[in-house]
């Protein structure tokens, strides 16, 4: 807004999916229904201390569009396992959600899609569920260059922005713009 930067323009997004234990049956068009069901633990990040379980909560309000009553469920049996200044860590070496959903701490887990491959790649076993449309949540990041940066500045956010920016931000389970299908 004060005009010391170029233009931002979108690079990447993330969006929330659901990390899902072996055995549990569900897909993008039965996880609201699966998720709500009594024996079913959910967790997320924690609200106000993780944008992903801001995000969480977020879908949670979408669902009620879905399903009358689905919000206040949702909420009431959220389990708030990372992010918080009490949230049990990880030990070291060990990805957060990984380690969350192979302590079994929880059924379904709701987090950003990077973290979620992240999480597959220390548990195979785990699925990876995205969210139905009416549903999805996420983060747009933008870049921009600023006024007076170095030449290297601006290869890298062409790099970036280039196909070959853009497929190393989509094998770390972003949607980027600039890959096409």
């Given at each position: 807004a004060a005009g010391k930067a170029a233009p931002v323009v979108l690079v990447a997004r993330n969006r929330l999916c659901a990390?899902?234990?072996?055995?549990?049956e569900t897909d993008t068009s039965s996880l609201l229904e699966t998720m709500l069901r009594e024996d079913i633990r959910v967790g997320t990040s924690t609200p106000k201390a993780d944008p992903s379980g801001d995000y969480a909560f977020q879908v949670f309000d979408k669902a009620e569009a879905l399903t009358p009553g689905a919000t206040a469920a949702l909420k009431a049996k959220a389990l708030?396992?990372?992010?918080?200044?009490?949230?049990?860590?990880?030990?070291?070496?060990?990805?957060t959600?990984?380690?969350?959903?192979?302590?079994?701490?929880?059924?379904?887990?709701?987090t950003y899609c990077t973290n979620a491959?992240?999480?597959?790649?220390?548990?195979?076993?785990?699925?990876?569920?995205p969210l139905p449309p009416q549903l999805s949540v996420g983060a747009d990041y933008g870049l921009t260059v600023m006024d007076g940066a170095s030449?290297?500045?601006w290869a890298l956010a062409l790099h970036i922005?280039?196909?070959?920016?853009?497929?190393?931000?989509?094998?770390?389970g972003f949607d980027a713009p600039g890959v096409t299908q």
């Open positions: 990390l899902v234990q072996p055995g549990i708030q396992l990372t992010g918080g200044k009490t949230s049990e860590k990880a030990p070291e070496g060990r990805n959600y990984g380690w969350v959903m192979d302590s079994g701490k929880a059924d379904i887990f709701l491959l992240l999480a597959q790649s220390e548990v195979p076993t785990l699925a990876i569920v030449q290297e500045a922005l280039s196909p070959a920016g853009q497929a190393i931000l989509a094998k770390y």
